[in-house]
Nanobody, 113 residues
Framework: QVRLVESGGGLVQPGGSLRLSCAAS????????MDWYRQAPGKQREKVAT???????NYADSVKGRFTISRDNDKNTVYLQMNSLKPEDTAVYYC???????WGQGTQVTVSS
């Protein structure tokens, strides 16, 4: 079973940046499409970004132009570069492997002054 482990969350001021990582215990090339989701307190989990095995990407309108998803198949890692962070980006961020239906444990991102 492939495990997904997120890291890179933390507290950042509005306008700041963070880079999240999602490390898989197996080959992400074989896993295929990967997603980043987030869940804020009291809200439903929402999809933030998607990357296919071929590198195609898609973003939620709320993060388009600020967030960038990427993948390093050699390192079995998917990244989410988050720039120009806003307080409304505060949430627990999860990576998701579609073909496996597997979630990571999440990493907390807090944007506050």
């Amino acid at each position: 079973q492939v495990r997904l482990v997120e890291s890179g969350g933390g507290l950042v001021q509005p306008g700041g940046s963070l880079r999240l990582s999602c490390a898989a215990s197996g080959s992400i090339f074989r896993i295929g499409t990967m997603d980043w989701y987030r869940q804020a307190p009291g809200k439903q989990r929402e999809k933030v970004a998607t990357i296919t095995s071929g590198g195609g990407t898609n973003y939620a309108d709320s993060v388009k132009g600020r967030f960038t998803i990427s993948r390093d198949n050699d390192k079995n890692t998917v990244y989410l570069q988050m720039n120009s962070l806003k307080p409304e980006d505060t949430a627990v961020y999860y990576c998701y492997a579609r073909s496996l239906g597997s979630w990571g444990q999440g990493t907390q991102v807090t944007v506050s002054s």
